[in-house]
Structure formats: structure tokens, C-alpha cells
């Protein structure tokens, strides 16, 4: 076999036994006061104080995953924008609306998702009088990881969606590239499916309306894969 693919087969294959990955939720909760066996509303409850790393001091609040417990589907973003650290909910800013139009493209439910970050509170930088995202660090994320494992492991998905290179590389590492893997589905023990694609606001970024509208359509048939796959 050429190496190039053995490489990209081995990476293919992603994260740790599920009992590994419940014994290392468990050590990390305890260190952190994450109540073991948790709801998702006590996990909730519990996250509002989280001071593990420095970000909920210019933070307005700690803003949780949201959903109904019995979800099948998990999406996985970077951290909170804006609007979310302001509203305390999660995708509800333009990403989280273009979200919403490109499930219902997909014909997926959006009773049947839960979505959520990687990273809990807003990182910023001051722009005028705007408040301009800035990109978490490795630090940051592992602080924010214990509450990710905890809500996987409380809501046990049937699918697992990254959207964006920070969720994908907090689940399977450093060296994991969307570019590589996008729309795949990826061997992994998290879920019975899981996906990596591109964040919503990626495709907002998008240098004209052609490109955006392409993009968009490359988006919803990432999404329609995980449709077929628990219809």
C-alpha cells in the first residue's frame, strides 16, 4: 500500500476506547467539581461557575450546550460568539442561522440536535466598540475539555459533527485536518457516526456571493450524509 494512504488511513481512525475515555472524564471531573454520572442540566447548572481557565473573567457568562437529552445528533463548535455570550445560548448569532437554514435543507429535525463548543466562554479582543472573536488557545480548550467528554458521555449521541478545525482538533488531535477528512466518516468509538466539516462561519467569511453559495451547497450535503445515515 502507497504510504501516503496508510498515513491517511491510520488517521482515519480516531479517539480512545469508551471506557478510557469515561475513566479520563471521570479524573478530570473530579478535579474540576463535575458531579459524575451528571444530566445535562446539572452539568449545565454546575458550568456556570467554571473558572478553570482565564476566559470567564472578560466573559459575560458561561454558555452551555443546548438541546433535548435524547438528541441523536451532537454538533461540535469552536467557542462562543457575541451574540451567544450575550443571549447565553448557543448558535444564535448569523453562523447559528445560517445553521438552522442549512439543516432544514438537509432535512434534519432540529429537535433531534444538540449543539454546543469546545470551548465554553468568549474570547475577545476590543475593535472600537466591537468585540471581535479571537482564537482560543491549547490551554483554553484543554481547561474546556472535561465539559465536552461529560456531555458526550451524558447525551452518548448516535452522531458527532466538528464543525471547524478547533472542535475537530480537540476530539482527534493536533494533527487532524479538516481539508483532509471533510465529510468522511471517521472510525471512532465517540459515536456510532462521526463528521468533520466546516463551521458555519467560515462559509460568512466567504470573499463573494458565489463562493458563498458553493460553499453553502458543499455544506448541506455534509449534513444530508448524517440524515441518510439515522434515517
Avoid at 459575560?60 to 445560548?89: C, H, N, W, Y
Avoid at 479582543?125 to 475539555?145: F, L, T, Y
Avoid at 467560515?202 to 470573499?207: F, G, M
Wanted: charged share 30%; with cysteine; hydrophobic share 40%.
Amino acid at each position: 500500500m502507497d504510504s501516503r494512504v496508510l498515513r491517511r488511513k491510520r488517521r482515519c481512525q480516531f479517539a480512545a476506547h469508551p471506557k478510557v475515555m469515561v475513566k479520563r472524564a471521570r479524573k478530570d471531573a473530579g478535579k474540576m467539581r463535575i458531579p459524575l454520572e451528571a444530566s445535562l442540566a446539572e452539568l449545565q447548572e454546575t458550568a456556570k461557575n467554571c473558572k478553570a481557565c482565564d476566559l470567564w473573567k472578560n466573559a459575560t457568562q458561561t454558555v452551555f450546550g443546548e438541546g433535548m437529552p435524547s438528541a441523536k445528533i451532537m454538533l461540535i463548535g469552536e467557542q462562543r460568539g457575541d451574540q451567544e455570550d450575550l443571549q447565553g445560548k448557543p448558535f444564535v448569532g448569523p453562523a447559528g442561522k445560517l445553521l438552522d437554514s442549512a439543516l432544514v435543507e438537509a432535512g434534519i429535525d432540529r429537535k433531534t440536535v444538540y449543539v454546543t463548543n469546545a470551548v465554553k466562554h468568549f474570547k475577545w479582543e476590543p475593535r472600537g466598540k466591537r468585540r471581535i472573536h479571537k482564537k482560543p488557545n491549547a490551554a483554553e480548550i484543554a481547561a474546556c475539555r472535561p465539559w465536552l467528554d461529560a456531555e458526550i458521555a451524558a447525551l452518548q449521541p448516535k452522531v458527532i459533527v466538528c464543525l471547524g478545525a478547533t472542535a475537530a482538533q480537540t476530539l482527534f488531535g493536533r494533527d487532524f485536518r479538516v481539508t483532509l477528512h471533510r465529510g468522511e466518516f471517521l472510525k471512532s468509538t465517540l459515536a456510532p457516526f462521526v463528521m468533520a466539516t466546516v463551521h458555519p462561519s467560515s462559509i460568512l467569511r466567504a470573499p463573494d456571493e458565489e463562493t458563498r453559495h458553493e460553499e453553502l451547497k458543499r455544506f448541506i450535503a455534509d449534513l444530508k450524509k448524517i440524515s441518510r445515515a439515522i434515517s
